[in-house]
């Protein structure tokens, strides 16, 4: 698209540039080069200035032109640039292809990518200009400049000399005082409030969902009458006022991380120096390379990925050290400064206030030389230069994708990124992704193994426990469990216990009408979370109080199933005083609170440890002998083909956490369906066993990695008559255009989740041989459903949920 209006012919003359906004429409518009500025200011990743209307914008330069557009009428002229918004371009040539690939696979205009990449402060219009002149004012603002290109191109002229002279400088705008006060809960549920103060719990159940929150934010979000039950919760210690908090870095994790409890890195065994030195010598390599490191739990990993980047350091280049989860990537973190003293190594995810990502991403593409980062997938859109080694810890983890505003597979990103700068991609994992693997397998990733485990430890035993045959006995475990459990307690170690489902009761039944609670916004049950007394969807956050009165007018309700809050609770009968600590996202709001758990059960304050699959992987407790699993076959049985796989690798991984240390470990799994071929290759710790029988599966029926495979999802509101229609259109249309184009569509249908926040929810599963014929079809799609506004659309290509 071409931004046009008339200029003077001298800008005219003077070349031309593609600019893509970063803010809505997202447009790519072309402007003229200025004639107040030297044509060698301009450079392909500054960000600039430019009119659009009559206000100024905010985009960034994408590519320069000699001519204006071919198709642009003769009696058109473009507007000219008008000021850059740096000295130096902010992103460099491997970035902006980066941000150009992901337009193209994802069909969305680069502007909107760029929205979606930068942090808040470097894509929003917040910059003024320091005047060091008399003549002008101290302060311009870019809407001035703007108005300037049009009336005053003289004063423009006069202030390019003073740029040139360095008397006329960027200021970014300082954030207002207000703004850098967080409001955050200090306390975790249940609060002592009256259940009259309807306010003050509404401001605490609101902080205790979007976490810490600027102060303007939440008058905006609550209405001014909050600001009296914000001054009594923070007279009661409730809530706390002040920065943004953040994780603490140094006491994140336990310890273990590729260091020794006294701070020294340990000697490599033989396995991990053949490692490295294999891998060295592809870090050496001039062209992009990619290596799997698949090592069983407690290999080493990590100590291998730290003296790699080392090695990276020394040759002048840059590191990216990236894990799954926050909790783990600060635990990588404090290991890497340790093992890099006196050097500064940045820690970027996505929890940190909004000034220290900010700060963080300039400072990365300012800085010369080697640098080492550690970080979650975000940390892949930092700028880095030189980009020599690329580290994807637990690279089978469904966290490095990203499936909402701007999906991306972070191993793709990766491996763009090696390619583009001659680096070494390391996608590390005990587990690894079966397409990873498969690719090893084929020769395209070269792979290193690791198969013992440090200090010849043995890899834990792992029993089953049918409970058909032991149904449970104590609470949700099995008499050989609960047994196990008592006798880990009474010697003095620790146990690890997985239930992968947070809150109290799943559902929450009425005994006088036989109906559950449900979200009235989404197809699902509430989970009761019995510390927060609400009913809580785990889709879209919507709360009701409990207890409650059902349709029917009964208050009669009965808890079914079982959460980790209900099973923390079982555990302190079950064990008393042996100390009971729940890790997963409810207990983990609190800023903080995290680090404390973990902190916590790695000095032995408590001997048990239940949770989510947050526990699963990383984590390096040597007193922990026992690991439980209480319902092993929660996930085996929902929709989607990675469903075996994901099970095979969540059980594998927690079972790593047992016999770390000194004594040996023991796993059981509870399982009602012993005979599952998952279980056979879990107990053997075989995954070249199950990788065989999971890829021949996936071969006969025609999933990855022997097809290409995507959604194409659809919703619209629930009251949106015309909406079903419109899609049950597309369902007649649809199949036969694409089996034209060498795509086998199946659907559209009602999504497993069908309706969510509100939106009614379709999806299209589409297998191809290539992914060009599925963006084609995409497009067609979309073009049919243009007369349908309300109707949104997206492409998830190789979705991590099918849900």
């Given at each position: 698209?071409?931004?046009?209006t008339?200029?003077?012919?001298?800008?005219?003359?003077?070349?031309?540039w593609?600019v893509?906004?970063?803010g809505?429409?997202?447009a790519?518009?072309?402007?003229?080069?200025?004639?107040?500025?030297?044509?060698?200011?301009?450079?392909?990743g500054?960000?600039v200035l430019?009119?659009?209307?009559?206000?100024?914008?905010?985009g960034?330069?994408?590519?320069r032109?000699?001519?204006?557009?071919?198709?642009?009428?003769?009696?058109v002229?473009?507007?000219?640039?008008?000021?850059?918004?740096?000295?130096?371009?902010?992103?460099?040539?491997d970035?902006m292809?980066?941000a150009a690939t992901?337009?193209?696979?994802?069909?969305e205009?680069v502007?909107?990518?760029?929205?979606n990449?930068?942090?808040?402060?470097l894509?929003a219009?917040?910059?003024?200009?320091?005047?060091?002149d008399?003549?002008?004012p101290?302060?311009?603002?870019?809407?001035t400049?703007?108005?300037m290109?049009?009336r005053?191109p003289?004063?423009?002229?006069?202030?390019?000399?003073?740029?040139a002279?360095?008397?006329?400088?960027?200021?970014a705008?300082?954030?207002?005082?207000?703004?850098?006060?967080?409001?955050?809960?200090?306390?975790?549920?249940?609060?002592?409030?009256?259940?009259?103060?309807?306010?003050q719990?509404?401001?605490l159940?609101?902080?205790?969902?979007?976490?810490?929150?600027?102060?303007?934010?939440?008058?905006?979000?609550?209405g001014?009458?909050?600001?009296?039950a914000?001054t009594?919760?923070?007279?009661?210690?409730?809530v706390r006022i002040?920065?943004a908090?953040?994780?603490?870095?140094?006491?994140a994790c336990?310890p273990?991380?590729?260091?020794?409890?006294?701070?020294?890195?340990?000697?490599?065994?033989?396995e991990?120096?053949?490692?490295?030195d294999?891998?060295?010598q592809a870090l050496?390599?001039?062209?992009?390379?990619?290596?799997?490191?698949?090592g069983?739990?407690?290999?080493?990993?990590?100590?291998?990925y730290?003296?790699?980047a080392?090695?990276?350091?020394?040759a002048g280049?840059?590191?990216?050290?990236?894990?799954?989860?926050?909790?783990l990537?600060c635990?990588?973190?404090?290991a890497?400064?340790?093992?890099?003293?006196?050097?500064?190594?940045?820690?970027?995810?996505?929890?940190q206030n909004?000034?220290?990502?900010?700060?963080?991403?300039?400072?990365?593409?300012?800085q010369?030389?080697?640098q080492?980062?550690v970080?979650?997938?975000?940390?892949?859109?930092l700028?880095?230069?030189?980009?020599g080694?690329?580290?994807l810890d637990?690279?089978?983890d469904?966290?490095?994708?990203?499936?909402?505003?701007?999906?991306?597979?972070?191993?793709?990103?990766?491996h763009f990124?090696?390619?583009r700068?001659?680096?070494?991609?390391?996608?590390?994992?005990?587990?690894?992704?079966?397409?990873t693997?498969?690719?090893a397998?084929?020769?395209?990733?070269?792979?290193?193994?690791?198969?013992?485990?440090?200090?010849?430890?043995?890899?834990?035993?792992?029993?089953?426990?049918?409970?058909?045959?032991?149904?449970?006995?104590?609470?949700?475990?099995?008499?050989?469990t609960a047994?196990a459990?008592?006798?880990t307690?009474?010697?003095?170690d620790q146990a690890?216990?997985?239930?992968?489902?947070?809150?109290?009761?799943?559902?929450?039944y009425c005994?006088d009408c036989?109906q559950?609670a449900?979200?009235a916004?989404?197809?699902?049950g509430?989970?009761?979370?019995k510390?927060?007394?609400r009913?809580?969807?785990?889709?879209?956050?919507a709360?009701?109080?409990f207890?409650?009165?059902?349709?029917?007018g009964?208050?009669n309700?009965?808890?079914l199933?079982?959460?980790?809050?209900?099973?923390?609770?079982?555990?302190?009968?079950l064990?008393?005083?042996?100390?009971?600590l729940?890790?997963?996202?409810?207990?983990?709001?609190?800023p903080?609170?995290?680090e404390e758990?973990l902190?916590?059960?790695?000095?032995g304050?408590?001997?048990?440890?239940?949770?989510?699959?947050?526990?699963?992987?990383?984590?390096?407790?040597p007193?922990?002998?026992?690991?439980?699993v209480?319902?092993?076959?929660?996930?085996?049985n929902?929709?989607?083909?990675?469903?075996?796989?994901r099970m095979f690798?969540?059980?594998?991984?927690?079972a790593?956490?047992a016999?770390r240390g000194?004594?040996?470990?023991?796993?059981l799994?509870?399982?009602?369906?012993?005979?599952?071929?998952?279980?056979?290759?879990?107990?053997?710790?075989?995954y070249e066993?199950?990788?065989?029988?999971?890829?021949?599966?996936?071969?006969?029926?025609?999933?990855?990695?022997?097809?290409?495979?995507?959604?194409l999802?659809?919703?619209?509101?629930?009251?949106?008559?015309?909406?079903?229609a419109?899609?049950?259109?597309?369902?007649?249309?649809?199949?036969?255009?694409?089996q034209?184009?060498?795509v086998?569509v199946?659907?559209?249908?009602?999504?497993?989740?069908g309706l969510?926040?509100?939106?009614r929810?379709?999806?299209?599963l589409?297998?191809a041989?290539?992914?060009p014929?599925?963006?084609?079809?995409?497009?067609?799609?979309?073009?049919?459903?243009a007369?349908?506004p309300?109707?949104?659309?997206?492409?998830?290509?190789?979705?991590v949920?099918?849900l």
């Open positions: 698209m071409t931004r046009t008339t200029t003077p012919p001298d800008a005219q003359e003077r070349g031309c593609q893509a906004l970063l809505a429409p997202f790519v518009y072309t402007y003229a080069e200025p004639p107040h500025l030297p044509p060698q200011t301009w450079v392909a500054l960000r430019v009119p659009v209307g009559a206000s100024a914008r905010l960034v330069l994408v590519a032109q000699d001519a204006p557009p071919p198709d642009m009428p003769a009696d002229r473009l507007r000219a640039l008008v000021w850059p918004v740096e000295a130096r371009p902010l992103l460099g040539p970035y292809a980066l992901l337009a193209t696979r994802q069909m205009p502007g909107r990518v760029l929205e990449l930068l942090p808040h402060g894509r219009l917040r910059v003024s200009f320091r005047v060091f008399p003549r002008f101290a302060r311009l603002g870019a809407s400049l703007a108005g290109a049009d005053e003289e004063t423009l002229a006069e202030l390019a000399v003073l740029w002279e360095g008397r006329m400088r960027v200021c705008e300082r954030r207002h005082e207000k703004e850098q006060e967080y409001c955050f809960v200090a306390q975790d549920p249940p609060w002592p409030v009256r259940p009259a103060a309807r306010r719990m509404e401001l159940e609101y902080l205790w969902d979007a976490g810490p929150v600027p102060r303007p934010r939440l008058r905006e979000a609550l001014p009458a909050s600001a009296q914000l009594r919760l923070v007279a009661a210690g409730l002040g920065p908090p953040e994780f603490h870095e140094a006491d336990a273990g991380h590729g260091e020794t409890p006294g701070g020294e890195a340990p000697e490599l065994t033989d991990q120096r053949d490692a490295l294999e891998l060295t050496a390599r001039p062209e992009g390379q990619a290596r799997l490191v698949h069983v739990t407690g290999s080493g990993k990590t100590l291998l730290l003296r790699l080392e090695r990276a350091v020394e280049r840059a590191v990216l050290l990236l894990a799954p989860e926050v909790a990537a635990a990588l973190h404090r890497a400064v340790a093992h890099f003293p006196g050097r500064e190594v940045r820690l970027y995810h996505g929890y909004p000034a220290r990502r900010e700060r963080t991403f300039t400072e990365t593409a300012a010369r030389g080697p080492v980062v970080g979650t997938r975000s940390a892949l859109f700028p880095l230069r030189d980009l080694l690329i580290v637990e690279e089978h469904s966290s490095f994708k990203q499936e909402e505003r701007l999906p991306y597979q972070a191993k793709e990103v990766a990124l090696a390619a700068s001659g680096g070494l991609l390391v996608l590390g994992s005990a587990t690894p992704d079966v397409k693997f498969h690719a397998a084929q020769g395209a990733v070269g792979k290193v193994v690791l198969p013992s485990r440090v200090g010849g430890r043995a890899l834990p035993p792992v029993e089953l426990v049918d409970l058909r045959a032991e149904p449970p006995a104590e609470g949700p475990f099995a008499a050989v047994r459990l008592r006798d307690v009474s010697c003095g690890v216990i997985l239930l992968n489902r947070r809150g109290y009761a799943p559902v929450m005994l036989g559950t449900r979200c916004q989404c197809d699902v509430l989970t009761y979370h510390a927060r007394e009913l809580v969807c785990h889709y879209c956050g709360t009701e109080p207890p409650k009165v059902c349709a029917c009964s208050s309700w009965l808890p199933g079982e959460g980790t809050e209900n099973l923390a609770e079982t555990l302190e009968r064990v008393p005083g042996a100390g009971v729940r890790l997963d996202r409810d207990s983990t709001r609190r903080g609170r995290m758990i902190a916590d059960f790695a000095a304050r408590a001997q048990v440890l239940v949770g989510t699959q947050m526990l699963s992987k990383g984590h390096h407790f007193g922990v002998t026992l690991v439980a209480v319902e092993g076959d929660m996930g085996l929902v929709p989607d083909y990675r469903a075996a796989e690798q969540l059980m594998v991984q927690v790593g956490r016999g000194d004594k040996p470990g023991r796993v799994i509870q399982t009602r369906s012993p005979e599952h071929y998952c279980w056979r290759h879990v107990r053997a710790s075989d066993g199950f990788f065989a029988q999971e890829l021949a599966l996936r071969r006969k029926y025609g999933y990855p990695p022997f097809t290409k495979l995507a959604l999802r659809m919703n619209f509101p629930a009251d949106y008559e015309p909406g079903a419109a899609v049950m259109e597309l369902a007649r249309t649809l199949p036969p255009l694409g034209r184009q060498g086998l199946l659907g559209p249908a009602p999504s497993p989740l969510l926040r509100g939106r929810r379709f999806q299209c589409l297998k041989q290539d992914w014929a599925v963006r084609a079809l995409y497009a067609e799609a979309r073009r049919r459903l007369a349908h309300k109707i949104r659309t997206a492409l998830d290509l190789d979705p949920s099918m």
